[in-house]
């Protein structure tokens, strides 16, 4: 298929891509997604009686983070945020020795282990596609080498 393309319609298919990366940077940078998790730690979810840590530094971690089940997440305010939760015990302020809920970002293993299988479905996806080009290749270049013989057989 590729074989069909100028290399005008090549030029321009890169350059069009370039132009959606660059737009799709510029909406990132300019609209942060990330936002919500931050807020999270500092101060409470809108609708919500629970109460946060005044601050943040000083807490101690009972519970390490952990994925929320699907009823918290459905639930719990603090589990919607980010889908993980970890119990906090407040050292200071007016909250000095309450437990308290709240959200976590994603636990790092699990972040590198989605890595990695990304990683590996590239790596398939490439193979895959590298010995698809290959065998094409060998076809097209015996079809080629017949096409040269049948020409030298009829005398042209």
């Given at each position: 298929?590729?074989?069909?393309?100028?290399?005008k319609?090549?030029?321009?298919?890169i350059?069009?891509?370039?132009?959606?990366?660059?737009?799709?940077?510029?909406i990132?940078?300019?609209?942060?997604?990330?936002?919500?998790?931050?807020?999270?730690?500092?101060?409470?979810?809108e609708?919500?009686?629970?109460?946060?840590?005044?601050?943040?530094?000083?807490?101690?971690v009972?519970?390490?983070c952990?994925?929320?089940?699907?009823?918290?997440?459905?639930?719990?305010?603090y589990?919607?945020?980010?889908?993980?939760?970890?119990?906090?015990k407040?050292l200071?302020?007016a909250n000095?020795g309450?437990?308290?809920?709240?959200?976590?970002?994603?636990?790092?293993?699990?972040?590198?282990?989605?890595?990695w299988?990304?990683?590996?479905?590239?790596?398939?996806?490439?193979?895959?596609?590298?010995?698809?080009?290959?065998?094409?290749?060998?076809?097209?270049?015996?079809?080629?080498?017949?096409?040269?013989?049948?020409?030298?057989?009829?005398?042209?």
């Amino acid at each position: 298929m590729i074989e069909f393309c100028t290399k005008k319609r090549m030029i321009a298919a890169i350059v069009f891509l370039i132009g959606i990366s660059v737009i799709v940077l510029v909406i990132e940078n300019r609209f942060p997604i990330g936002n919500e998790f931050k807020n999270s730690l500092t101060r409470p979810h809108e609708n919500s009686s629970e109460v946060e840590c005044e601050d943040v530094h000083e807490i101690e971690v009972l519970a390490e983070c952990r994925m929320c089940s699907s009823f918290e997440q459905k639930t719990m305010s603090y589990c919607k945020v980010t889908g993980y939760v970890e119990q906090v015990k407040c050292l200071s302020g007016a909250n000095k020795g309450k437990e308290i809920s709240r959200s976590c970002p994603q636990i790092a293993w699990v972040e590198e282990r989605h890595f990695w299988i990304f990683e590996g479905c590239s790596l398939l996806v490439g193979f895959a596609s590298y010995g698809i080009v290959f065998v094409r290749q060998r076809r097209l270049d015996r079809l080629l080498v017949e096409k040269v013989n049948r020409q030298i057989a009829a005398g042209v």
